[in-house]
């Protein structure tokens, strides 16, 4: 098994450009969620979903969208990247909300 | 809202010596788990605990619940270099559904 796959690693953005950070598991896990860490921050839950069709915002979901076709993957866009969107992003997923978190390896984003 | 706090967000040691990591809050939890986070890297869980009072040993490291499911405790004895990285409880709320509630972290660093 692969666990949780994120691409890309790095992305350097110029602000107002817009992509899609792409997740991914292999563990048939219904609890998918994208969460940015920041120094200091600690991870804040920025959308999450429970299955393939359900999705739901966290805590910072501002300038975010998402959507889950399919039990599998589960892309985070970025309408228009601001300077504050400059984040690790991390994609998790686990059998509950509750149940042990497998992250993916993270992205690093920057917004110029 | 529930909050996690750990202490200390930052700890540098020399191999050999021993240290504690609190994580607390004004909530009760049903669960409770710790990640260990090494740089450029996803979190990966060290344990999971849910009785209150209970105490789990990994090797050189004793994770214990307290008694009223509020708050938590990582003891790490004769750390090591290897041991360095960023430790993350997550609190698990009874409302089933909802998603797990982390700390900030403690950034460990263990010079040889």
């Known amino acids: 098994n692969a666990g949780v796959t994120q691409t890309p690693k790095f992305q350097v953005l110029k602000t107002g450009q817009s992509m899609t950070l792409q997740c991914a598991q292999d563990?048939?896990?219904?609890?998918m969620s994208w969460y940015r860490q920041d120094p200091g921050m600690g991870l804040r839950l920025i959308h999450y979903?429970?299955?393939?069709?359900?999705?739901d915002q966290g805590e910072v979901p501002n300038g975010y969208n998402v959507s889950r076709s399919t039990t599998e993957d589960f892309p985070l866009r970025l309408l228009s990247a601001a300077p504050s969107q400059t984040s690790v992003y991390f994609c998790?997923?686990?059998?509950?909300?509750?149940?042990?978190?497998?992250f993916g390896p993270g992205t690093r984003l920057t917004v110029t | 809202t529930q909050l996690l706090e750990q202490s200390p967000q930052f700890l540098s040691i020399q191999e050999g010596e021993n240290l504690t990591v609190y994580c607390n809050s004004s909530?009760?939890?049903?669960?409770l788990q710790w990640y260990r986070q090494e740089p450029g890297e996803g979190p990966v869980l060290l344990v999971t605990?849910?009785?209150?009072?209970e105490v789990k040993k990994l090797k050189r490291l004793t994770f214990q619940f307290g008694d009223a499911r509020k708050d938590s405790s990582l003891h790490i004895t004769a750390a090591q270099p290897g041991d360095t990285g960023l430790y993350l409880c997550?609190?698990?709320?009874?409302?089933?559904?909802?998603?797990?509630?982390f700390g900030k972290g403690t950034t460990l660093s263990v010079s040889s």
């Open positions: 998790a997923s686990s059998y509950g909300a509750s149940g042990e978190q497998y």
């Open positions: 563990m048939n896990h219904e609890y």
């Open positions: 979903s429970v299955g393939a069709g359900i999705t």
């Open positions: 909530s009760v939890f049903s669960s």
């Open positions: 605990v849910v009785t209150g009072g």
């Open positions: 997550a609190g698990a709320s009874h409302q089933a559904g909802t998603a797990l509630i």
